[in-house]
């Protein structure tokens, strides 16, 4: 069974803190994402990455960015954290595209951060 | 306009009953349509993936799509208690490296 483990459940740092969000999955896959899902607005995609050192921009990538130096691990980064980027961030896998039409997404259990 | 729309709900269904969560997307260039159930504090999972025209069924559930119209439905048949959830609609648009996009969820209720 695929399982994508997010580092922390719950996160609260303060205003112009450096962050990081760590996920890591155990299935070998090649794309992983960062969404974040606020209320109303449901997920909203930050960055995603095809493949090692690989990355590209979601719809909201701004404040954030990304690493992705060994596979199984997608790191998201608030460069300087605020109040408005307090939300729920999921991180997602994904077999390739190639590999079937559906290559679903798996997620972790999210991180919810608390910016003050 | 956003790229995939839902009502936001609640939809509000008695037990037994069929629910009809409806979904449109503005990129026809987008391939694979996805439906996730997310339970309040819980990540989503995927309950149905759809790619071709017409309908496709796994147990209780249909799922629809109609590309010509831009517009994917799920169908819940002999609705359960257990449904009560947040259905999430995602759209993958291109070929490869492409991105996962999200509706903003339509909230089910079944009512006992």
């Known amino acids: 069974d695929v399982k994508v483990t997010q580092s922390s459940r719950y996160l609260v740092k303060r205003t112009g803190e450096k962050v990081f969000l760590e996920c890591v999955q155990d299935m070998d896959h090649e794309n992983m994402f960062w969404y974040r899902q606020d209320p109303g607005l449901g997920l909203r995609l930050i960055y995603f990455s095809y493949d090692v050192k690989m990355k590209e921009k979601g719809d909201i990538p701004e404040g954030y960015s990304v690493s992705r130096e060994k596979k199984e691990r997608f790191s998201l980064i608030l460069e300087s954290a605020s109040t408005n980027q307090t939300s729920m961030y999921l991180c997602a896998s994904s077999p390739p595209w190639g590999r079937g039409m559906s290559s679903p997404l798996h997620f972790g259990n999210g991180t919810r951060l608390t910016v003050t | 306009q956003k790229e995939v729309e839902q009502n936001s709900g609640p939809l509000s269904v008695p037990e037994g009953a069929i629910a009809s969560l409806n979904c449109t997307y503005s990129?026809?260039?987008?391939?694979?349509f996805f439906w996730y159930r997310q339970y309040s504090g819980k990540s989503p999972e995927l309950i149905m993936f759809i790619y071709s025209n017409g309908d496709k069924e796994d147990g209780r559930f249909t799922a629809q799509l109609n590309k010509a119209s831009q517009y994917v439905s799920l169908l819940i048949r002999d609705s359960q208690p257990s449904d009560s959830a947040t259905y999430l609609c995602a759209v993958r648009r291109g070929s490869s490296a492409s991105k996962i996009i999200f509706g903003s969820g339509t909230r089910l209720s079944i009512r006992p």
């Open positions: 990129d026809r260039g987008s391939q694979s």
